[in-house]
Nanobody, 120 residues
């Protein structure tokens, strides 16, 4: 079984910063992709930022220049630094990973979500 455990959400004022972290644990051979999605009330879950299988990064247009994703391969963790936060960034943020569990066998895993609220 593979688990993703997130931490770091909370309430922050507009213009403030937060850092989210996600750690993968369990039985797997490697992590193929890892990143962050978010879901605002009444909206679909959308990509925020992620590492591709080749190691490059993808960012959603609304967060480019404000959010930075980083990872520690040795610790199987991914973090998201959120700067210059806006009220429209308010959402539940989910960690996502595709992990290799066998020969050509991959499993998509989601974290439980962490709430980020941007409000004065």
């Amino acid at each position: 079984q593979v688990q993703l455990v997130e931490s770091g959400g909370g309430l922050v004022q507009p213009g403030g910063s937060l850092r989210l972290s996600c750690a993968a644990s369990g039985s797997f051979f490697s992590i193929n992709t890892m990143g962050w999605y978010r879901q605002a009330p009444g909206k679909e879950r959308d990509l925020v930022a992620a590492f591709t299988s080749g190691g490059s990064t993808n960012y959603a247009d609304p967060v480019k220049g404000r959010f930075t994703i980083s990872r520690d391969n040795a610790k199987n963790t991914v973090s998201l630094q959120l700067n210059s936060l806006k009220p429209e960034d308010t959402a539940v943020y989910y960690c996502n990973a595709h992990v290799r569990i066998g020969n050509n066998r991959y499993l998509e895993v989601w974290g439980q979500g962490t709430l980020v609220t941007v409000s004065s």
